[in-house]
């Protein structure tokens, strides 16, 4: 997660140990009591299989302190557009985005066959990974996906390539991002500091990347150097993260995407 919250807005915590620990005691209570929440009883693992909430630190912190104030029986306030993201939408899931999604994962590399393989690590990375940990462990459907048809590309050569990393993005931490942009030899990354979420280019309309990217586009010329520039957080609540339907019964971002 990213900064924490601040004390004088949310009352979560005075520190990043102190916001966690209120996040995880109410993870534990809600385990022993789930918690009424917009006409749904939430346990701690509900809590946590929703992930996408956490993806921009802006709406984490009124979210998790709307349900501690459920759990603790006060009237819960929340702005109009962040109820938006608790409602669950018509819109059924995208098939395309899904399909491509597993293709790619599934595809890239060969996955176990074994459920209980899965099963095992699903609880050793719970113990270790205890926010999200057992959910990405658990069984996908790369485990009766073909093999791989090809080998993977070894990147030896020099590529013409732009990258592009928001700072706080949750499913590509920061310095997975310069990893890629080191491995790829020749390449130019573009760091919107202060952006969240997964994605920069389109996902975001004032992210400040998006000015490199279309001049790349419309070029196809890198920049002389590395971009670093500064997105201000929080400035649009997003709902276009790009991923398959997770199943998931917080009523929670339900449109097919992560």
Not at 75 to 103: I, Y
Not at 108 to 132: F, G, H, M, N, S
Request: proline share 9%; net charge neutral; aromatic share 8%.
């Amino acid at each position: 997660m990213g900064p924490p919250a601040r004390p004088p807005d949310y009352g979560l915590g005075d520190t990043p140990d102190a916001v966690s620990k209120t996040f995880w005691d109410l993870v534990a209570r809600a385990n022993q009591q789930p918690i009424e929440y917009e006409g749904t009883k939430l346990t701690g693992d509900d809590i946590r299989t929703a992930r996408a909430l956490f993806f921009y630190p802006s709406q984490a912190a009124p979210l998790v302190k709307a349900l501690k104030d459920a759990a603790d029986g006060k009237p819960v306030r929340l702005t109009e557009s962040q109820r938006e993201l608790l409602k669950p939408t018509a819109e059924p899931a995208s098939d395309n985005g899904t399909a491509v999604f597993w293709s790619v994962v599934c595809g890239d590399t060969e996955w176990p066959r074994y459920p209980e393989q899965y099963e095992r690590e699903a609880v050793k990375d719970k113990a270790k990974y205890p926010l999200y940990g057992d959910y990405a462990s658990n069984i996908k459907p790369c485990a009766y996906w073909q093999r791989p048809i090809e080998p993977a590309t070894a990147m030896k050569t020099k590529t013409n390539v732009l990258t592009v990393q928001n700072e706080w993005d949750s499913q590509t931490p920061l310095v997975s991002g310069q990893g890629l942009h080191k491995a790829l030899k020749g390449s130019r990354m573009v760091l919107a500091m202060g952006g969240e979420g997964h994605g920069v280019y389109l996902a975001d309309p004032n992210s400040c990347a998006n000015a490199t990217v279309n001049s790349y586009l419309a070029t196809g010329e890198l920049p002389a150097q590395d971009v670093t520039c500064r997105t201000t957080p929080g400035a649009q609540e997003r709902r276009s993260e790009i991923a398959p339907q997770s199943p998931q019964r917080f009523p929670a971002l339900t449109d097919g995407r992560f």
